[in-house]
């Protein structure tokens, strides 16, 4: 308890403050750029922290990593632009949601639960991060196979109500599989689909695939109304924040509570991130839901799960980074990276030797940086949503600069903003012919993952599939990913051959 106050007493001088105060507040604002990554928005804040004590450093970090990942949600929600790939699932519902005039209550949800899965996040880390740790290890890859295939189930679970609609969300999925694939395979070193391109060598990244799906392809819908429509509507330019009522929060505490779950459990383990925490979080509130058909129309709990689990996990990836050394995601790589450039070595000693110096004041700093987000939220999305005022013509142009400086700045790379602008097409196309666009984002971004575990576990058991329902973690995932695709595909199925 005392190392605890000595840390407390630390964290709360008015440097620290201020540095967790510019570190919330350029998170939130970079996140809303769509394009412009956590990982990236770390990465330019790197050089800022040479100057800095370790603690203030990681600290900095830390508080900007949790705002992006929040402020991912304001474009997603007003613009059908993620800012962040932790946000690509707060479109299915955001988008709709202002669409019909409710972006101030979309933008208020979006604050309200990622501040409740940051907090609750924080408390875990606190409490039980050495002991998570090494829960963590026991993941192999079968392990991460079966979360991929249960993040992909939700192609069937995700509100469809006709056979034709099944159909063309496991066609679209399946598009995305395949774009997951083109490049080197990972173990063998084949090519595929690259056609003689070595830009094509490495893939596709997503994050310029989602831009180009969600962002672009609206601005092309967009821009067939422009002669009829020059200017936002009403509706949608009055955005207030209204935030979630108690009720709200009551009726929604089963949502709530599992999405967090979510996020803490995934984002303990190395190498997930708050991606796959968002997009399973989703899937498992729209197959336990009793009007799975009306998600992605503009459901409030359609906001509230993923935004909930992203941010649990933001706090969550830290215990594999501070316990093993090993990132939780992408953006505690660059942290990670931080650590080791302030010689700061991570591993069980940092919670026997001073935690009082480093730990305990990271902790902290996660209570504040969640409380000090919840205030920004509601005052930044007032300004941010006046951008709905400008005419439609000129906000589309405004919203391709973002595509496109937000593409070509990943890797300062014309080939990613030429890969934007296909996908917008392609993403435009598919919307023409009603085919939903979230499944083959899902299927971009786990493909990866669950190629990479699929290839390793059949190496690791000898081509033995039994090897995905034998393991005791790895068994009940998988069957559970089985039956979540497959109940849903039977029931249209099933209510189509009783109806003929």
Known sequence: ????????????????????????????????LPGVSSPMALSLLIPFTYIMSPTMAIILLAANYYGTTYGGSISAILFRAPGTPEASCTVFDGYPMAQKGLAGKAL??????????????????????????????????????????LGLSAVTSAGKSSLIEQIRSISSMSIGLLIAVVGLQHTTGVTRFTFGSTKLLVGFNYVPCVIGL??????????????????ISEKMKKVQTE??????????????????????????????????SAFIAYNETVRTSKYPEKFGTGLQEGVVAPETANNAAASATFIPTLTLGIPGGSSTAVILGAFLIHGIVPGPGLFTKNPEVFVYPLFISGFIANAMMFFMGIYLCKYIAKVLYIRKSILNTIILLFCVVGSFALNNNIFDVWVMLIMGVFGYILMKLNFPLAPMILGIILGPIAEKAFVVSMILSNNNPWVFFTRP???????????SFLIPFSRVLLKKVKSN
């Open 243 to 276: 935030l979630m009522k108690f009720r709200d929060i009551v009726k929604f505490k089963w949502i709530i509570l599992r999405s967090a779950a979510i996020g803490w459990a995934l984002g303990t383990l190395p190498g997930t991130g708050s991606t796959i």
């Open 108 to 149: 208020g949800t979006a604050i309200v639960s990622s501040t409740i899965g940051g907090m609750s996040s924080c408390i875990i880390l606190a409490l039980v991060a050495p002991k998570l740790g090494i829960v963590a290890l026991k993941f192999g890859p079968p392990e991460y196979f079966a979360l991929a295939l």
């Open 214 to 231: 969600f962002a672009m392809s609206q601005v092309f819908i967009n821009a067939e109304k422009v002669g009829a429509d020059t200017l």
């Open 473 to 483: 973690i790895s068994g009940p995932i998988t069957i559970l990913a089985i039956l």
């Open 1 to 32: 308890m005392e190392k605890f106050l000595i840390a407390l007493s630390i964290t709360i001088q008015p440097n620290y403050l201020l540095i967790i105060f510019i570190g919330v507040y350029s998170g939130i604002i970079a996140g809303a």
